[in-house]
Antibody, heavy 121, light 107 residues
Framework: QVQLQESGPGLVKPSETLSLTCTVSGGSVSSGSYYWSWIRQPPGKGLEWIGFIYNSGSTNYNPSLKSRVTISLDTSKNQLSLKLSSVTAADTAVYYC?????????????WGKGTTVTVSS | DIQLTQSPSFLSASVGDRVTITCRASQGISSYLAWYQQKPGKAPKVLIYAASTLQSGVPSRFSGSGSGTEFTLTISSLQPEDSATYFCQHLNSYPLAFGGGTKVEIK
């Protein structure tokens, strides 16, 4: 049974780069059947899709964040990572990684538990 | 970009009630819609995908319907453990997006 676990600093200073890792167990990030995605949820608010990556390294980002976001895969460690640059208080959120089934149906079938990131000096 | 509007944003119902949540898309998305349940402090969990397909392990009291621009999630007989926030999500085109959520409270 695949499990995803997010990790990274819980506190980031404004203007710095937020860096998170998602470790996948019970499955492989190299599988061609899935995309691997990041989603965030500000306190008390809804969900925002950040982007995803395929095993080829191809990515697709939300245009609202595209200029600041990088998602990458480390197949040797079975991990995906998220980097978000020039953060502000508006980037304070719970960050989730999720597996996205590609076919025959397209949806997020497995989620990590999430990690809280606060942007503050 | 495609926007999703959920209604209502909050509902309060009794155990055993039939509950319906609506999700409207700003343009047609075929059946590329999923429904998620989120309990406080927990990650979302998929209930329905492809608008009407029940995810394995999800109780049969949950059902989804619709295509194009209007979709519904129905709980046929509300249970205490169904107290949660429900989100729809479209996967028709990029950027993917979620509805604003519907909080379901048990009276």
């Amino acid at each position: 049974q695949v499990q995803l676990q997010e990790s990274g600093p819980g506190l980031v200073k404004p203007s710095e780069t937020l860096s998170l890792t998602c470790t996948v167990s019970g499955g492989s990030v190299s599988s061609g059947s899935y995309y691997w995605s990041w989603i965030r949820q500000p306190p008390g608010k809804g969900l925002e899709w950040i982007g995803f990556i395929y095993n080829s390294g191809s990515t697709n980002y939300n245009p609202s964040l595209k200029s600041r976001v990088t998602i990458s895969l480390d197949t040797s460690k079975n991990q995906l990572s998220l980097k978000l640059s020039s953060v502000t208080a508006a980037d304070t959120a719970v960050y989730y990684c999720a597996r996205v089934l590609r076919f025959p149906y397209f949806y997020m079938d497995v989620w990590g538990k999430g990690t809280t990131v606060t942007v503050s000096s | 970009d495609i926007q999703l509007t959920q209604s209502p944003s909050f509902l309060s119902a009794s155990v055993g009630d039939r509950v319906t949540i609506t999700c409207r898309a700003s343009q047609g998305i075929s059946s590329y819609l999923a429904w998620y349940q989120q309990k406080p402090g927990k990650a979302p969990k998929v209930l329905i995908y492809a608008a009407s397909t029940l995810q394995s392990g999800v109780p049969s009291r949950f059902s989804g319907s619709g295509s194009g621009t209007e979709f519904t999630l129905t709980i046929s007989s509300l249970q205490p453990e169904d107290s949660a926030t429900y989100f729809c999500q479209h996967l028709n085109s990029y950027p993917l997006a979620f509805g604003g959520g519907t909080k379901v409270e048990i009276k």
